[in-house]
């Protein structure tokens, strides 16, 4: 990634709980495209820590840091989780850095607003984990700026299972509050997985509080993210037909910051050597360069 800027990406990295298909490979090609690239921020979604799969976080910063000269760190906040023993798991959300902290760990905020899924089971009711919460650390560039990220993954619940459109659009409201409140005096950057289409209520909320889309502002559109029916991660061919992941940015009065790039990220199957292809994830990440 070019030194001119500070370079972002998001990727949700699928951990396909509790099935994990293929997560062994897939972390070694996500490590491998973020290991070329080096990026100087990284917003991860769908980060699991169970009994089957690991701590996905470090398992993936320990993998980066083995192709690259660049000392990565991970910092990671859970959203949710269930089971008890060896069935204990929680996944959320973390950002991967390889500039320097300002502070020992981040701020996380739960939202207000969630979906309540529930099953039952044997005539008994119990609750799906569907928590959400956003993450914030500021970080300090090479020429010495402040920046703010916040990482996200809203719900993905959909109209008739917890009106999760209505959801998404209160947390897209609370998380740009919460940018207003905890954001210094440098540019504030969000990314995530918002699980919603540009013309949603969750993603013009964000817009019309002053956040630019930054795919929409420089990429080649229709930049689309995901496949709404889930795309198959053997498949050789893309079956993406959405754009529901982004990374946005706010500057400060006065600010001069632009953007310098964005481009889609881990957007193409990887031939394997036995024969086959294999996607990273079932989403493609989005990568933003910005002159800070």
């Given at each position: ?57 470090n398992r993936l910063c320990a993998l980066v840091n083995e192709r690259c000269a660049t000392a990565y760190r991970i910092y990671y906040a859970p959203a949710d989780g269930a089971g008890e023993g060896e069935y204990t798991f929680d996944e959320g959300v973390a950002i991967l850095s390889r500039l320097p902290a300002l502070g020992t760990a981040p701020d996380v905020r739960k939202y207000a607003a969630q979906v309540e899924l529930t099953t039952t089971v044997a005539g008994s009711r119990y609750r799906l984990p569907d928590d959400r919460v956003a993450m914030r650390l500021r970080f300090r560039t ?151």
């Amino acid at each position: 990634m070019s030194e001119r800027g500070c370079t972002f990406v998001t990727w949700n990295i699928f951990h396909d709980l509790p099935r994990f298909r293929r997560l062994d490979r897939r972390l070694e090609l996500i490590a491998e495209a973020i290991a070329d690239a080096r990026p100087h921020l990284v917003a991860l979604q769908e980060v699991a820590r169970a009994a089957g799969c690991g701590d996905i976080g470090n398992r993936l910063c320990a993998l980066v840091n083995e192709r690259c000269a660049t000392a990565y760190r991970i910092y990671y906040a859970p959203a949710d989780g269930a089971g008890e023993g060896e069935y204990t798991f929680d996944e959320g959300v973390a950002i991967l850095s390889r500039l320097p902290a300002l502070g020992t760990a981040p701020d996380v905020r739960k939202y207000a607003a969630q979906v309540e899924l529930t099953t039952t089971v044997a005539g008994s009711r119990y609750r799906l984990p569907d928590d959400r919460v956003a993450m914030r650390l500021r970080f300090r560039t090479d020429r010495g700026n402040d920046v703010d990220l916040y990482v996200t993954h809203l719900t993905d619940a959909t109209e008739a299972a917890g009106n999760g459109p209505a959801v998404r659009a209160a947390q897209a409201r609370e998380l740009a509050r919460w940018v207003g409140e905890s954001s210094g005096a440098g540019v504030a950057v969000v990314a995530g997985d918002f699980n919603d289409a540009p013309e949603s209520e969750a993603i013009r909320s964000l817009v019309e509080a002053g956040f630019v889309d930054t795919y929409a502002a420089m990429g080649t559109l229709p930049g689309y993210t995901n496949d709404r029916g889930d795309l198959e991660i053997e498949s050789p061919a893309a079956s993406h037909n959405q754009r529901i992941d982004y990374i946005f940015y706010r500057q400060p009065p006065g600010g001069d910051s632009q953007i310098i790039d964005a481009r889609l990220f881990g957007h193409r199957p990887h031939r394997e050597p036995g024969g086959g292809w294999l996607w990273p994830s079932d989403h493609i990440g989005v990568s933003t360069t910005l002159r800070l």
